[in-house]
């Protein structure tokens, strides 16, 4: 039996942003599990977000809510809230800012606190002397925050790195719950093309994920009876950028199916089963949900991006990767539409991500 049952804790997130909020859930869900009390603390628009709603809406009636003002999140703060809600515990799931904050001023309260750094700086690739001057204090604080007791700093990474057995590490939690359905079913449900090798892009279309780029590779490969899947929200920068090459698109007759609006997680699951390759054109060096999944579904994904991007791609046993540029990303994805579809393989448990926090 976990130490932690019947407890009372405080779950801080300063952000509605989706892809945080899913590691929001899985901690309320892993809380909930050991029959303890789930406080979660976040700023009135977070509540009020539509994100709140997609992955938090059917367990907010078994939370305790705290709303928290948009200031800067501080080790104060926080300290202030786990003596106000009486929680022995206390869990920062996007706490990149938090743990530089936390490293210069310390904790002085008798809470564990467990802190979820998402941008490892180990894995930053910026050779901009101002970005790696910002990561060497990143760095520091870490390692000193480490070093107060009742404080565990976690780093997100994929299952190798977080299996090294450093305990410094936790792995991505990848969930994949679209195994079993039927892709021509998928096909028909969004309106996808039956007979065209589809491509797709998952999660919000920020720039970072370069969708312009990913249209243009498509629109490369008119001959080879190819498709595009965007599934998820278009950001309206991203959404004037690809307007041309719609046009472009339709005059080719190369099918391009947006669905433009938030999706819960298992919709985008469902898009990827239904689609033949992932694709990943991000300007991140971080672990990435889209091609986990792609492992998980045994679907053939294209990575392309830094080079600590590309190592998470060959961890997850991905070899279609390489720089992200325009020419490249257009060869590996011609190269994907020839070859057999990939073995599914087997992932960790996301109810794992929890342990690490709560045990």
Known sequence: MS??????????????????LVYVRL???GVLARSGTPVLAMPRHGFDAPEFGLHL????????????????????????????TRCDRVLVPDGDRFAIRLGVTGWRHGAELRVLVVQDPRWSDDPRPAQRLKMAVKRWSIARARRFPRVRVLCLADQRVAGSGSG?????????????????????????PPDRYLF??????????????????????AD????????????????????????????????IVLSDRLHSDHELNRAIQAADCVVVAYCTS??????????LAG?????????????????????????????????????????????????????????????
Do not use: Y
């Open 3 to 20: 130490r932690m049952m019947g407890e009372r804790v405080l779950i801080v997130n300063q952000g509605p942003d989706g892809h945080r």
């Open 286 to 295: 971080t672990p990435n949900s889209s091609m986990a999944k792609a492992a």
């Open 224 to 255: 080879s009876k190819v498709g595009l899947f965007v599934c998820g929200q278009i950001g309206g920068p991203v959404r004037d950028e690809i307007a041309p090459l719609l046009r472009r698109a339709d005059r080719m007759d190369v099918p």
């Open 168 to 192: 410094e590490n936790v792995a991505d939690p990848v969930v994949f719950d679209a195994g079993q359905l039927d892709p021509s079913d998928l096909r028909q449900e969004f309106g996808l």
């Open 57 to 84: 809406g059917d367990v907010a009636d078994r939370c305790v809510a705290e709303r928290i003002p948009d200031a800067l999140l501080t080790p104060a703060l926080v300290r202030r809230l786990a003596v106000r």
């Open 299 to 359: 679907r053939r994904a294209v990575v392309v991006g830094s080079e600590h991007l590309r190592m998470w791609a060959r961890n997850a046993g991905i070899d279609l990767t390489g720089p992200l540029e325009q020419s490249t990303l257009e060869e590996l994805m011609r190269r994907a539409v020839s070859l057999p579809a990939p073995a599914p393989v087997p992932g960790a448990d996301p109810r794992d991500f929890a342990d690490s926090f709560l045990c």
């Open 27 to 29: 901690l309320v869900d």
């Open 200 to 221: 797709v892009v998952v999660g919000a279309m920020s720039r970072r994920k370069n969708l312009p780029m990913v249209v243009r590779s498509v629109l490369s490969l």
